[in-house]
């Protein structure tokens, strides 16, 4: 999902990772996917870390296997970082489609068009 430019920004909620009958994770509710291109590095590292860290919170609790230390680490040091975070729900999906309707209001504007007709 990470490798086609994408984010889940949902997986934290257990409910959207189902176990396969061949054992496997299979994500579902891509309600909150949006693509992670357009923002600057250290938001998309956050957003897959968000992601990354919703997978391990899984595989720390119902996987048969321990988890690696260094994924452990990643863990307890990324839900340290979340704690911190100012943004709650889906800030950036929100800003992005708020941001996206003024720029779509922007250019159906009176003023835009004026300048647009004496061109």
């Not at 997986?11 to 949006?34: E, H």
């Not at 956050?46 to 260094?70: I, T």
Request: aromatic content about 14%.
């Amino acid at each position: 999902m990470h490798r086609k430019g994408i984010v889940h920004l949902d997986l934290r909620n257990m409910g959207n990772i189902l176990c396969g009958a061949d054992g496997k994770p299979y994500f579902i509710d891509f309600q909150s996917t949006i693509s992670f291109a357009r923002f600057p590095r250290w938001l998309q590292r956050f957003m897959r870390g968000s992601d990354m860290s919703g997978v391990y919170k899984a595989w720390n609790k119902l996987a048969e296997h321990p988890m690696p230390q260094a994924k452990q680490d990643y863990l307890e040091h990324f839900n340290h970082v979340r704690k911190r975070w100012i943004f709650k729900g889906y800030p950036i999906q929100r800003t992005y489609a708020w941001g996206a309707a003024l720029v779509t209001q922007f250019l159906d504007s009176e003023l835009v068009r004026s300048i647009t007709d004496r061109l």
